[in-house]
């Protein structure tokens, strides 16, 4: 047995809030009861908050509130993933430890945590099909566990880190989380939309479907670009610049119904580029499928 002697402070944290961000995103969710019917919850609208009162968030009752609340953090913890790589590669304080505690903390915030929001987000699907919807749930986290499992055995320090096998676990996990902050928005009493239940309707029926989608694509073999590299690492244009502004202006501009597009339409890119390449450009892939 060999003793851990040190480990980096700062990507630890990182990867701690991580964790931190997961469990209360759990937390958030526990807070909603199973729905009694079927009928479209309402929420009423979050007033300016003062830093000083930030923690009262957490003390609301609102069930559409508190799914809005665990995708947001969800959606933060997506940040604190993506930077305590960057952080130990700068700092130098890489090593097994932080990998190793990296795919545990994954594990909670971007499988059990997403999973138990779904069942938790779409009270229509959830009160006509509770087995179904507990089910592709469960299927999801196994999936989760799967993929960060075969991640941690299939990469090595050679490896360049711009891209992934699978669908990477918080793209998937964004799913659900970002279709929580799109839901608030339309359940809001405010939300003068047209159609806005319809609509809302519709994307219950859809959205089990579409994580179960995304579970299938984590343990896939299905290339996916490793998006904070590939945009962030290494010199680039200035073209490249003005488009990474322009997309995060985009997003600003109407998170709750550009974060769902966004993140729907990077887990269909890879299997869309895959077929493409099969069928139509004749492509031989490497890997197979799964």
């Not at 929420?43 to 609102?62: C, G, N, Y």
């Not at 997403?114 to 196994?142: D, E, M, Q, R």
């Not at 010199?235 to 998170?255: D, E």
Request: aromatic share 12%.
């Amino acid at each position: 047995m060999h003793r851990l002697r040190a480990i980096g402070v700062l990507p630890t944290l990182f990867t701690l809030g991580n964790l931190i961000c997961g469990f209360f995103a759990i937390v958030a969710a526990a807070r909603v009861n199973a729905p009694i019917s079927a009928d479209m919850p309402t929420a009423a609208p979050i007033r300016e908050i003062v830093p000083t009162q930030l923690f009262s968030l957490f003390d609301k009752q609102d069930p559409v509130h508190n799914c809005m609340l665990a995708g947001w953090l969800i959606m933060l913890a997506m940040i604190f993933d993506a930077l305590d790589g960057q952080v130990a590669r700068l700092t130098k304080t890489t090593g097994d430890f932080g990998a190793q505690l990296d795919s545990l903390c994954d594990l909670v915030t971007f499988g059990v945590a997403p999973a138990f929001l779904l069942v938790k987000l779409c009270p229509g699907f959830t009160f006509n099909h509770s087995k179904l919807v507990w089910i592709i749930a469960a299927a999801y986290a196994c999936c989760a566990a799967l993929r960060l499992a075969r991640f941690n055995v299939e990469t090595d320090d050679d490896d360049d880190h711009m891209s992934f096998s699978g669908l990477p676990s918080p793209a998937a996990a964004s799913i659900p989380a970002s279709f929580a902050i799109l839901f608030y928005s339309l359940r809001v009493d405010t939300n003068t939309m047209d159609y806005a239940q319809q609509v809302d309707s519709v994307i219950q029926t859809v959205l089990p479907f579409l994580t179960f989608m995304a579970a299938l694509l984590m343990v896939s073999r299905i290339p996916f670009p490793h998006l904070m590299n590939q945009i962030f690492r290494g010199q680039r244009s200035f073209g490249h610049v003005v488009g990474v502004l322009f997309a995060l202006a985009a997003v600003m501009s109407a998170p709750s119904y550009v974060l769902p597009l966004a993140c729907v339409g990077f887990a269909l890119s890879g299997p869309v580029r895959y077929a493409w390449q099969e069928w139509f450009q004749h492509k031989p892939h490497d890997e197979p499928l799964f």
